[in-house]
Structure formats: structure tokens, C-alpha cells
């Protein structure tokens, strides 16, 4: 054999020896796609991404951050073509139409029940991992308070002393006491009311309590106690939040992170804010939105990706997020930190804080798991808006509703 082909095989060896030791150290790569975390939250995610890898070196974490409005899509894309992502960051609601499509992971048969009660129970759910949850709290203009004749030192404790706050505000000084974003369901079970029967066949909210729920709204808006945006139902929370911090409004409900926006947009209204808790209905509950995690069926490396959603949503871990986005955990140690637990004597963001974590016990996600749910949410929503415009009874109208939920629910 002559020099020059003996050096070119012997090259060639070599060349293939080093291609197959790549191949060796080459590290498993999955996906996890988040919602609207970058820039602020960068490197957070990148910290905690490192920790985790670097206990797992044979694994590489590739962050994808979405906005909430191509997520969805994105995610279609993904499982049609057979290469999802291996954690998405969802809203319940989101979830649950991925749930209903049977793509998603099942965490009670992946996660051990040992870890499954570090959450807290209200936002556990089979198909998602909870993340951070967003309680309600009341803030109240002080200065209205006292212009109204009421105590500032004692805010409603029970839905009907709201309502009489409401009106009393009105009557005397001619601004609105309250401002509802209706949201009927979860307020019918955060009052105790049935909305869906338990093999989940047919609709309840035609009963007695919930016409009588909804007549109040129909009320208080006919003798001029409510905004006539509030029809606009839950999209009227920003024309909630811009009148409160305008200083015409007296009552509204929201999360206690909105305190910020008070005391940059509107400093002398937050001199004049006071917090306390939402009323407890007597379901004894109340609702919170919550941010979760879910894991396709068919996701790459998903032993490992659960291992890391885990470890994301651990107690310690949702402790620093919240500390910097200023949400709230869905873990019950991460809540009892001092940081959610102690307050300032002149601190009210550590007041709105501790008082929205107090809540957390009493929290749950009220999102229906329900087939067909966004047809069966707009029944419910025109049932409300033909109730609170007179065109129907709150009763016709529930009882109309209901007729379409069952047709889809059989």
C-alpha cells in the first residue's frame, strides 16, 4: 500500500473516531416554552435552568419564551408535526383544551403523592402542574370612605355589607362605591351555589340562589349602584382599575400587586388606599386565577422535563420568582415564608401582600373542566348581559342557558 493511502485511511480512522466521541458527549436536549417572561424575569430562569442542569449533565434545558398569543398555535404546530415542546407554561383554560384533545400528561400517575401536597389542593390538577396563582384582595379609597359617612377602620366583611358600602357611597357622594367584572360562574361557587351536576351531564345554575345572584346585579345596575360598563362583564376590570385610580371610585377588587401600579400612576390615591380580604362566600372558597405547567404525551425526554418542572415549581424556587414578579406560590411552605407572612407597620404593600397570602388556604382555581367550553362560557355570558339589559328575567335567562348546556353536556 502506498504512503499517501495509508495516511488517508489512517486519517479517515481518525476523523470517524472523533465524530463518534462528539456523538458520546453530544447532551439530550428538550424544550420548555414559557409566556412573557423575557426581559424581566431572563435571568431568573436562566439560574435556576443552570442548577438544574448542572445536576443533570447529560441534559441541556433550550428556554423558549412566547407571548400569550402565539403559544396556542405554536403548540398545535408542535404535536401535529410530532415534535412538541417538553413543558409549556399555560392558563387553566388553555390547559384544558389541550386536556380535551388527550395529548396531555397525567401527574397523578408521574408525580408521587408526597410531592403533590406541597401544593396547595385548591390548584393541583391531574393534566398541569400549578405555578404562580393571582388571589384577590379589596382596596378601598379611605378618603371616600369617610366623605360617605363610613368607618375606613371597617371595610365589608360579608357581601352584603359590600353592597350596602356601595350604596351608601353613591347616594352621598355620587361616585361609585363598587365595580364589578362579573365573573357569574365562579361566583356562584365561591357562594356555594351548583353550577354543573357531578357526573357532569347537566347544567344546575338555574337554580333559586343563582337567580337570585344575578337579579342583585340586575338591581343595583337598574337603580344606578353600577356603572352601566359593568355589562361589559369581566372586560370591564381596566375601566374598574382607571376610575380607581382617578379617585371615583371607592371599592375594587384585585390583586394586591396592583398596588404598584397605584403608586407610580397615581400616588396621592395610594396615600389614600386601604387593603383588607375579599368577603368569603359561603362556598368558603375563593377563586384565583392560576399559571400552570404541562407535559405532551409524546414529549421528548419527559421523565426529565417532569424532574425539572418540579424543580422550577418547588417551594424554594417559587419563592425567589414571586419575590420578583410579586404573585403569589401555589406551594403552602412557599407561602408561609416571612416574606408573604410578616408586615410593616407602615408598609402597605406588606399588608396587601400577607392579607392576599391568608387567602391562599381558602383559594382555588374554579376554571369548569368542561368539553365544548367555550360555547358553553358564552351561553352563560349572554345569559348574564340579556339578564342585566332587561331583555330577559334572570330567571328566563339562566333556565335558557341551561337548555344549551345540556344539549352540549349529553
Request: net charge positive.
Amino acid at each position: 500500500m502506498r504512503k499517501g493511502s495509508y495516511l488517508f485511511i489512517l486519517g479517515f480512522f481518525f476523523f470517524a473516531f472523533l465524530l463518534s466521541g462528539c456523538a458520546k458527549t453530544r447532551k439530550k436536549e428538550f424544550q420548555i416554552w414559557t409566556i412573557s417572561l423575557r426581559p424581566l424575569f431572563t435571568s431568573y430562569m436562566k439560574q435556576v435552568i443552570r442548577k438544574w442542569e448542572k445536576k443533570h449533565p447529560g441534559i441541556k434545558i433550550k428556554w423558549i419564551d412566547l407571548p400569550i398569543s402565539a403559544i396556542q398555535q405554536k403548540l398545535i404546530v408542535g404535536l401535529a408535526s410530532g415534535a412538541p415542546p417538553s413543558i409549556i407554561n399555560l392558563n387553566t383554560d388553555m390547559a384544558l383544551q389541550f386536556k380535551e384533545m388527550g395529548v396531555l400528561e397525567n401527574f397523578n400517575k408521574e408525580v408521587p403523592p408526597k410531592i403533590r401536597k406541597r401544593y396547595f389542593s385548591g390548584f393541583w390538577k391531574s393534566f398541569a402542574v400549578p405555578w404562580y396563582v393571582a388571589p384577590e384582595i379589596l382596596m378601598y379609597n379611605a378618603k371616600i370612605f369617610k366623605k360617605a359617612g363610613l368607618n375606613p377602620n371597617l371595610p365589608p366583611k360579608t357581601w352584603n355589607q359590600l353592597i350596602q358600602d356601595a350604596k351608601i357611597i353613591k347616594k352621598k357622594t355620587g361616585l361609585y362605591g363598587w365595580f364589578p367584572a362579573i365573573k357569574f360562574l365562579d361566583e356562584l361557587q365561591a357562594q356555594g351555589v351548583p353550577v354543573i351536576s357531578s357526573d357532569g351531564k347537566k347544567a344546575l345554575f338555574d337554580n333559586p340562589e343563582a337567580v337570585q345572584w344575578l337579579e342583585m346585579y340586575v338591581q343595583l345596575l337598574k337603580k344606578g349602584y353600577l356603572p352601566h360598563e359593568a355589562i361589559l362583564l369581566g372586560k370591564s376590570y381596566q375601566e374598574a382599575v382607571d376610575q380607581y385610580q382617578a379617585g371615583n371610585l371607592g371599592i375594587l377588587m384585585t390583586g394586591p400587586q396592583f398596588l404598584e401600579r397605584v403608586k407610580q400612576n397615581a400616588p396621592k390615591i395610594y396615600r389614600e388606599t386601604r387593603a383588607a380580604p375579599l368577603p368569603l362566600g359561603r362556598g368558603k372558597v375563593y377563586s384565583a386565577a392560576c399559571m400552570n405547567f404541562v407535559v405532551p404525551k409524546n414529549a421528548p425526554l419527559k421523565k426529565e422535563a417532569v424532574s425539572f418542572l418540579l424543580f422550577l415549581t418547588n417551594n424554594k424556587n417559587q419563592l425567589k420568582f414571586c419575590q420578583k414578579a410579586l404573585v403569589f406560590p401555589s406551594t403552602i411552605k412557599a407561602a408561609e415564608s416571612p416574606y408573604f407572612t410578616q408586615t410593616s407597620l407602615h408598609s402597605l404593600t406588606s399588608e396587601a401582600r400577607a392579607i392576599g397570602a391568608s387567602e391562599l388556604k381558602y383559594a382555588k382555581d374554579l376554571t369548569l373542566e368542561l368539553p365544548h367550553k367555550r360555547d358553553l362560557n358564552e351561553a352563560v355570558q349572554n345569559a348574564v348581559i340579556k339578564a342585566l339589559l332587561r331583555e330577559k328575567s334572570p330567571r328566563q335567562a339562566l333556565h335558557h342557558a341551561a337548555q344549551i348546556w345540556d344539549k352540549f353536556l349529553k
